[in-house]
């Protein structure tokens, strides 16, 4: 079945220690999201790659990296990961297509604690 | 900047019952897309329904259906003849239109208890 993977699902790191938090996707979308969903909050856009293109949320602390090799994958680097950084981050994915409103397609979400 | 409110926290309903979660927006745009999204304890989000604003007539999916009042800014969800499998936290969301992807705005959620 098509769909969107996050790796690892649970992920604890060391404050200051830079973390990586993968997702790949089977559904050939072009554009890939990171969201931030803190505990019993909505989730917050980071950013979004269109094809190779980045788009940074103006709001989006520097601490937070992206990279998107391939159309499949993409990762979400915190370089010096705070205590206010331990929240769930969730990848989605949406494919373009005239001007619809298609759905984003997320991903299980890896939840991030920071000791 | 636009902005979603649900200013329901928690909400319940006996299975088998109706239940309406509310939703509001702000926005000076014309053209966007609403979204309600279902959030699963510990599983992943998936699309419930959408509406496009420029149309009048309210979406149904099933047993969803949203109540658009474009002018009230309000865009509800009913679910009708609740499943145990309808409990999670549901997401009122956001999205400009005049592209087919972009960002979601996303209310603070429901969380939607189902008792048997």
């Known amino acids: 079945d098509a769909m969107v993977i996050q790796n690892p699902r649970y992920q604890v790191t060391q404050f200051g220690k830079p973390v990586t938090l993968s997702c790949s996707q089977t559904?050939?979308?072009?554009?890939m999201y990171w969201y931030q969903q803190k505990s019993s909050q909505a989730p917050k856009l980071l950013f979004h790659?269109?094809?190779?293109?980045?788009?940074n949320e103006a709001d989006t602390p520097d601490n937070f990296q992206s990279r998107r090799p391939n159309t499949s994958f993409c990762f979400l680097d915190i370089r010096s990961p705070g205590l206010g950084d331990a929240a769930m981050y969730l990848c989605?994915?949406?494919?373009?297509?005239?001007?619809?409103?298609?759905?984003?397609?997320f991903g299980p979400g890896t939840r991030l604690t920071v000791l | 900047a636009q902005t979603v409110t649900q200013s329901q926290p928690e909400m319940s309903v006996q299975e088998a019952e109706t239940v309406t979660l509310s939703c509001t927006y702000d926005?000076?745009?014309?053209?966007?897309?609403l979204f309600w999204y279902k959030q699963p304890p510990s599983r992943q989000m998936i699309l419930v329904i959408r509406?496009?604003?420029?149309?009048?007539q309210n979406a149904t999916e099933n047993r969803f259906s949203v109540n658009f009042q474009k002018a009230a800014k309000s865009f509800s969800l009913k679910i009708s003849d609740s499943q145990l499998g309808d409990a999670a936290m549901y997401f009122c969301?956001?999205?400009?239109?005049?592209?087919?992807?972009?960002?979601?705005?996303f209310g603070q959620g429901t969380i939607l208890t189902v008792h048997p």
């Open positions: 989605a994915t949406s494919r373009v297509e005239g001007r619809g409103g298609n759905e984003q397609f």
């Open positions: 559904l050939n979308h072009n554009v």
């Open positions: 790659y269109y094809d190779k293109d980045f788009n």
């Open positions: 926005t000076s745009e014309s053209d966007y897309y």
């Open positions: 509406q496009e604003a420029y149309k009048q």
């Open positions: 969301a956001y999205r400009t239109g005049g592209t087919s992807y972009g960002k979601l705005t």
